[in-house]
């Protein structure tokens, strides 16, 4: 019988925006450099929502409401605690928050202008996150190692 069971690594992103602006984290650790969107990881036991509200106070001051669950990003972890195991990020965006505007330890909080998001440095998947993340057509964002190399794949 096949096992069904796998290490997983759970965490969330949440995407604020507004008509013409995205809220982005310079994010300063050296594991994942550049201008991102806050999140992080889910708790044990604690509720998907429940983590990406958490998060996001934590990172940028604010209190998001009604975040909208859309879309999943998933990767092979291929070392440490869950090697061999899965890294799977809900993905959230908003427009609706209250609060001050603070930055963290993570990294400092921006608001971009959609039209200057290429100004700035930009961690590499940050089109194909936005894509499915603002697409109702798309559901997933995928990292795919075949042979050594990685691929995005979009559903």
């Known amino acids: 019988m096949m096992n069904r069971t ?17 809220l982005l984290q ?25 983590a990406v509200v958490r998060e996001i106070k934590e990172e940028t001051g604010l209190t998001i409401l009604n975040p909208t669950l ?9 070392d440490g605690d869950y090697k061999n195991g899965r890294y799977l990020v809900f993905l ?3 427009s609706e928050y209250e609060g001050e505007l603070t930055s963290s330890e993570e990294g400092f909080m921006h608001w971009v202008e959609r039209e ?8 590499e998947d940050f089109d194909d996150l936005i894509d499915v993340m603002m697409n109702e057509k798309l559901n997933e964002f995928q990292y795919v190692v075949k042979d050594g190399e990685w691929t995005v794949v979009k559903k």
């Not at 450099?33 to 604690?46: S, T």
């Open 6 to 22: 796998e290490n997983i690594e759970l965490a969330v992103l949440c995407l604020i925006y507004d008509e013409t602006k995205y």
């Open 26 to 50: 310079d994010r300063m650790r050296d594991d994942w450099k550049g201008y991102v969107l806050p999140g992080g990881h889910i708790e044990q036991g604690e509720s998907i929502v429940d």
């Open 70 to 78: 859309c879309g999943v990003k998933q990767f092979p972890i291929m």
């Open 92 to 94: 959230f965006k908003t």
């Open 116 to 123: 200057d998001l290429y100004k700035v440095n930009l961690v």
